[in-house]
């Protein structure tokens, strides 16, 4: 199962709403998940089940979406959320395959 | 609090062998699958193992490295393995531990660890 994110890129200013896409190439029901990456950091978890917010995650991060199509939305962008976020299909084990990423960068 | 703890990474020469180790602690070690992905330089995640709980029976491994990668763990240390061979310049990267939570099929990755670079170079 591929997943292709959308955009790769993104330039946006503190306080703005975003959306990333995950597009599955083929249904993978709810089992996905979202991750954020900041330089030479670990992912961290932020959304499993498509919508389900990890504990200790801020409410302004909300995951949305079920069979090919997934978005991530953070509603009010904060200096410390410019990272990488990756979704992450767990459908098809044992190959959970990641999308290429989405660079968010302060406009 | 969980703790995933990598080592074992370093300089190697191509066709040589490597093992990492992740070495758990903060929760109930061998009630857990565990998992490697790795990230080449500037590059994105890209899935390499995984193993299952308890007394680890099924593993399986990525496209890219099956064949040359064995993934083990021992319970009684808390601790998971990557036993890579023959590696190949591609493979140099960040390799990550994580732990595998969640029930079929919604799964994810809820803890990872700092990570463990290996440069496969002559």
């Keep these: 199962i591929q997943l292709t994110q959308s955009p790769s890129s ?28 900041k330089p030479g950091k670990a992912p961290k978890l932020l959304i499993y089940a498509a919508s389900t917010l990890q504990s200790g995650v801020p409410s302004r ?15 009010t962008l904060q200096p410390e959320d410019f990272a990488t976020y990756y979704c992450q299909q767990l459908s098809s084990y044992p190959s959970f395959t990641f999308g290429q990423g989405t660079k968010l960068e302060i406009k | 609090q969980v703790l995933l703890v990598e080592s074992g990474g370093g300089v190697v020469q191509p066709g040589r062998s490597l093992r990492l180790s992740c070495a758990a602690s903060g929760f109930t070690f061998s009630n857990s ?6 990230q080449a330089p500037g590059k994105g995640l890209e899935w390499v193992a995984g193993i299952s709980s308890s007394d680890g029976s099924k593993k399986d491994y990525g496209d890219s490295v099956k064949g040359r990668i064995t993934i083990s763990r021992d319970n009684s240390k808390n601790t998971v393995y990557l036993q890579m061979n023959s590696l190949r310049t591609d493979d140099t990267a960040v390799y990550y531990c994580a732990k595998w939570s969640g029930t079929y099929p919604l799964y994810y990755f809820d803890s990872w660890g700092q990570g463990t670079l290996v440069t496969v170079s002559s």
């Design chain 1, 10 to 37: 993104l330039s946006a200013s503190v306080g703005d709403r975003v959306t990333i896409t995950c597009r599955a190439s083929q249904g993978i029901s709810f089992s996905l998940a979202w991750y954020q990456q």
């Design chain 1, 61 to 75: 991060f909300s995951g949305s979406g079920s069979g090919t199509d997934f978005t991530l939305t953070i509603s």
């Design chain 2, 33 to 38: 699958g565990m998992h490697w992905v790795r």
